[in-house]
Each structure stands twice: as C-alpha cells, then as structure tokens.
T-cell receptor, first 114, second 115 residues
C-alpha cells in the first residue's frame, strides 16, 4: 500500500535559519506529491505540489523537488520567519491505484523563534 | 476567498450517542471528503463522495459511519453510536472537477470528544 514518512518534530529554528523537513514515500503507482500546512487553529492548506519526477513545487519561499530515484519530496526554505510556525504534512495521491484519496504523513511541527 | 466551513467546532458527547458533523463545501465543488486526525497521529482518510454516492472509503469507515448530502449545500458525517476511540478532529474537504485528486480545500475541523 501507499505510505508517507516524515521526520519527527518538533523542529525548532531561529528566524532566518534554513529549513529542511524530510519526506519519503512508498507508492504502488506513480503518485502526485503534496505539502500541506496547518497553522494554529486552522485547517490544512495546500502549500505546494509536484505531479511528476523532477518537478519542483514552490510557494511562499518553500520548495520541494519530486525525486523518483530516492522516493523523496523534502521541503526546504532558505530563511524561515516566525509566521512559518505551523505543522507541515507531506502527502501523496496515487491515481494509478484504486485509492485516489490523499495519504498523509504524520506531520512535522515547526517552531520558529525570533 | 471561498472556504469550507464546518460545524460544530467542538462537540462533547457520551459514548453510544449519535453525532452529526456538518460541512458546507465550496459552492462549485463536486467532490467531498472526510478525514480525521486523532490527537498526535496522522491525518487519516475516511470517505470520498461524488455524484451523490460514496466513491471510496477506508477501513475506518465502518457501518457506524454514514455520509449524506441532504441538500445542495451541506455534506454531513454521522456516527451512529460513538466510541471512545472516535475522539478526534474531523476535517471536511472539497475540490472541483478540474483539480488534481490531491488538491483539496479543507475546513478548520470539528473536534469530537467522546466521554
């Protein structure tokens, strides 16, 4: 079956530090990959996506590259801000199997300190 | 900006009681979903709904669960006889026909506490 593994949190960084949150996946088909973000007290929001190998998704200074050879989709940001404090979820959707619904990782909490 | 709205934001109920969680998806969306997140655990898929019928459901979505679109705007999740382990945050989501199956718009969630 499909699964997503993310690094455990919390990740605590100082403002302007470099961020990496690791994500690897297992899929039976050829999935699309996503990062969702959940700010305190809010629902999940799509942050970025990539639908094929070597695609780079980007949004709000965050980037992630779809690496088929390493089955990874690591999230990066060059300089984090306090406002980036949230829980980040890696997810996949596999159109090639009967399960098209999103499969989520366990989430990584990011805390950015001023 | 259009958004998915959910009610109630928090419900406390006794074990064995019926609960209905309500969602108003974005108005031109055609695909609807329920997910749940037990505290500290993964966001788990429950069910997807399209064209007035369930299109996919997970192992979690057993006979105690049901979904309904009673009118043109609401999408509900009913738990017939709640158990302690049903305590979780329940998220409704929707998407339009042209979007990737993974590009969902989520509501803020309904927290269910079963005592």
């Amino acid at each position: 079956g499909n699964s997503v593994t993310q690094m455990e949190g919390p990740v605590t960084l100082s403002e302007e530090a470099f961020l990496t949150i690791n994500c690897t996946y297992t899929a039976t088909g050829y999935p699309s990959l996503f990062w969702y973000v959940q700010y305190p007290g809010e629902g999940l929001q799509l942050l970025l996506k990539a639908t094929k190998a070597d695609d780079k998704g980007s949004n709000k200074g965050f980037e992630a590259t779809y690496r088929k050879e390493t089955t990874s989709f690591h999230l990066e940001k060059g300089s984090v801000q306090v406002s980036d404090s949230a829980v980040y979820f890696c997810a996949l959707s596999d159109r090639d199997t009967g399960r098209r619904a999103l499969t989520f990782g366990s989430g990584t909490r990011l805390q950015v300190q001023p | 900006e259009p958004e998915v709205t959910q009610t109630p934001s928090h419900q406390v109920t006794q074990m064995g009681q019926e609960v209905i969680l309500r969602c108003v998806p974005i108005s031109n969306h055609l695909y609807f979903y329920w997910y749940r997140q037990i505290l500290g655990q993964k966001v788990e898929f429950l069910v997807s709904f399209y064209n007035n019928e369930i299109s996919e459901k997970s192992e979690i979505f057993d006979d105690q669960f049901s979904v309904e679109r009673p009118d043109g705007s609401n999408f509900t999740l009913k738990i017939r006889s709640t158990k302690l382990e049903d305590s979780a945050m329940y998220f409704c989501a929707s998407r339009s026909r042209g979007q990737n199956t993974g590009e969902l718009f989520f509501g803020e969630g309904s927290r269910l506490t079963v005592l």
